[in-house]
């Protein structure tokens, strides 16, 4: 089994759509979780940051962690065409300067 | 402007030889690293370093090698014993190596080609 699992997609939706993207991990140590959106031949770009359990909300995106079930999830309400991109899961075991575990990354399209 | 540069864009390479990959920043961030990303595939720790002068091998380190002379450089050398370097390759730096903050910043990447 790998570490974190994430499905890539492609998952396609139209424009004001509500989109779940979520990520499993293995691993019960994991206390940092974050999202990423890649888009096409760019470097990835943090969107959402959560510490241990619960709920973060920013603008339309909405991270969610359930330790107890290891899964995360990522919320994008109103989606919008810019929303196209792939999105990266991450996480880790401990503090800041060790590496982070990622997902595949899922693609999403949302249409106009 | 601060941020994380790297060069070139574009890199094309022969078989048998080797290129070096620049990471540059200029956030004064502790930790920087080096990722591979193949199509369909998540991202993949080449080397990491903590601190000025110290770095330690990821997960797929074969055929690579780095240096960290200065906080604000990291390159990533691809020798000729990587197999098959063809991939995009990304540098992250974190503002910290201790405490409790693990946000990484991305570069923009370098696609290398091997011909």
């Known amino acids: 089994q790998k570490e974190v699992e994430q499905d890539p997609g492609p998952l396609s939706v139209p424009e004001g759509a509500i989109v779940s993207l979520n990520c499993t991990y293995s691993n019960s140590a994991f206390q940092y979780f974050m999202w990423y959106r890649q888009y096409s031949r760019k470097g990835p770009e943090l969107l959402m940051y959560t510490y241990s359990s619960g709920n973060k909300e920013d603008g339309r995106f909405t991270a969610q962690v359930d330790k107890s079930s290891k899964y995360i999830s990522l919320f994008i309400r109103d989606s919008q065409p810019s929303d196209s991109a792939t999105y990266l899961c991450?996480?880790?075991?401990?503090?800041?300067?060790?590496?982070?575990?990622f997902g595949k990354g899922t693609t999403l399209s949302v249409s106009s | 402007d601060g941020g994380i540069t790297q060069s070139p864009k574009y890199l094309f390479r022969k078989e048998g030889q080797n290129v070096t990959l620049s990471c540059e920043q200029n956030l004064n961030h502790d930790a920087m690293y080096w990722y591979r990303q193949d199509p369909g595939q998540g991202l993949r720790l080449i080397y990491y370093s903590q601190i000025v002068n110290d770095f330690q091998k990821g997960d797929i380190a074969e055929g690579y090698s780095v240096s960290r002379e200065k906080k604000e450089s990291f390159p990533l050398t691809v020798t000729s014993a990587q197999k098959n370097p063809t991939a995009f390759y990304l540098c992250a730096s974190n503002p910290s190596a201790s405490g409790a903050y693990n946000e990484q910043f991305f570069g923009p990447g370098t696609r290398l080609t091997v011909l």
């Open positions: 991450a996480m880790s075991a401990n503090q800041a300067g060790t590496a982070l575990i």
